[in-house]
């Protein structure tokens, strides 16, 4: 069990800027932005091998624009280097990867445009994890997307799609049950139709269920993950306080975190903490995970 936070680490001082507007766009621009972005993607990894924080969500936003027309610029050989040395430091330390596209990237979408640079991006994220040198246990998340009408039908048209997309995107994507339109037993007949690997949020099914416990959304999820996928992953955090439903809490509840891991103890996972202090609540709960026999430890 690998437990770990997504994109953004509040303890490195970040000297720079990760991004630019679309109007502000030149191959240097890209050039110098991607060079930023890289060491602090190598300072945050460095960081979580001295604090064991084995799982990291990489950003989205690692190169700027790629998958958008404007971006002609060949990144991928000018930075193969630059990503393979960070893959070596990922994959000698045993280190989780996955990565998650933002909300606008909708496979199910009656738009065909939005479709069109939903694959793009697709594409891009799988790049990334090529350039890298990570297999097909490095993920990219994704939400079944919207209702658009018709449940079944936008299932049934994200089943079919996905079949289409590449070898490269379809042995890394998995989909994960969101708050508002698609809820597990959804994912899990999506999975049915198509095959594809169900990553559990834990929040999500406190907002939106059919009222299946944990015991019982383990053992569904979870069958859905073959050897070749690595351990199943979680994500993971709580309600935030007097906010509106499906609003992350600032900081880990350490109590209520151990009790998930004494109710999910048959079976091996790696956990991405969606809250808000990032490395500060992955810190509380490796030390909350001490004495677990899952938690993943480096041997030197």
């Given at each position: 069990?690998?437990?770990?936070?997504?994109?953004?680490?509040?303890?490195?001082?970040?000297?720079?800027?990760?991004?630019?507007?679309?109007?502000?766009?030149?191959?240097?621009?890209?050039?110098?932005?991607?060079?930023?972005?890289?060491?602090?993607?190598?300072?945050?990894?460095?960081?979580?091998?001295?604090?064991?924080?084995?799982?990291?969500?990489?950003?989205?936003?690692?190169?700027?624009?790629?998958?958008?027309?404007?971006?002609?610029?060949?990144?991928?050989?000018?930075?193969?280097?630059?990503?393979?040395?960070?893959?070596?430091?990922?994959?000698?330390?045993?280190?989780?990867?996955?990565?998650?596209?933002?909300?606008?990237?909708?496979?199910?979408?009656?738009?065909?445009?939005?479709?069109?640079?939903?694959?793009?991006?697709?594409?891009?994220?799988?790049?990334?994890?090529?350039?890298?040198?990570?297999?097909?246990?490095?993920?990219?998340?994704?939400?079944?997307?919207?209702?658009?009408?018709?449940?079944?039908?936008?299932?049934?048209?994200?089943?079919?799609?996905?079949?289409?997309?590449?070898?490269?995107?379809?042995?890394?994507?998995?989909?994960?049950?969101?708050?508002?339109?698609?809820?597990?037993?959804?994912?899990?007949?999506?999975?049915?139709?198509?095959?594809a690997v169900i990553?559990f949020d834990v929040?999500?099914?406190?907002?939106?269920?059919?009222?299946?416990?944990?015991?019982?959304?383990?053992?569904?999820?979870?069958?859905?993950?073959?050897?070749?996928?690595?351990?199943?992953?979680?994500?993971?955090?709580?309600?935030k306080s007097g906010?509106?439903?499906?609003?992350?809490?600032?900081?880990?509840?350490?109590?209520?975190?151990?009790?998930?891991?004494?109710?999910?103890?048959?079976?091996?996972?790696?956990?991405?903490?969606?809250?808000?202090?990032?490395?500060?609540?992955?810190?509380?709960?490796?030390?909350?995970?001490?004495?677990?026999?899952?938690?993943?430890?480096?041997?030197?």
């Open positions: 069990m690998r437990i770990g936070y997504p994109c953004i680490n509040y303890s490195i001082e970040r000297k720079g800027t990760s991004t630019f507007r679309l109007k502000s766009y030149s191959p240097q621009r890209l050039i110098e932005t991607v060079e930023f972005n890289l060491v602090y993607l190598r300072q945050m990894l460095e960081y979580n091998l001295a604090h064991e924080i084995y799982f990291f969500r990489i950003s989205s936003g690692l190169v700027p624009f790629a998958s958008h027309p404007v971006c002609k610029f060949n990144w991928q050989g000018h930075f193969a280097e630059s990503f393979a040395e960070i893959g070596k430091f990922i994959k000698k330390h045993k280190m989780r990867i996955n990565m998650h596209p933002d909300q606008f990237v909708l496979i199910n979408s009656i738009d065909e445009d939005v479709l069109k640079r939903s694959v793009a991006e697709l594409e891009y994220h799988a790049q990334v994890l090529e350039l890298l040198g990570l297999g097909a246990a490095a993920k990219i998340q994704l939400h079944v997307g919207g209702v658009y009408g018709s449940r079944d039908e936008s299932m049934a048209r994200f089943a079919r799609r996905f079949e289409k997309l590449s070898d490269a995107v379809r042995k890394r994507l998995v989909i994960e049950n969101d708050h508002v339109n698609y809820g597990l037993s959804d994912c899990m007949e999506v999975h049915r139709m198509c095959g990553l929040f999500h099914h406190s907002v939106l269920s059919r009222g299946e416990t944990i015991e019982e959304c383990f053992k569904e999820f979870t069958g859905t993950w073959k050897k070749a996928d690595g351990k199943p992953m979680v994500d993971y955090s709580s309600q906010a509106r439903a499906g609003t992350h809490t600032e900081s880990i509840d350490v109590k209520d975190f151990k009790r998930f891991l004494d109710v999910t103890s048959r079976w091996d996972f790696d956990i991405m903490l969606e809250i808000k202090d990032k490395e500060a609540s992955a810190a509380k709960a490796i030390k909350a995970a001490r004495g677990d026999k899952r938690l993943f430890v480096e041997s030197l």
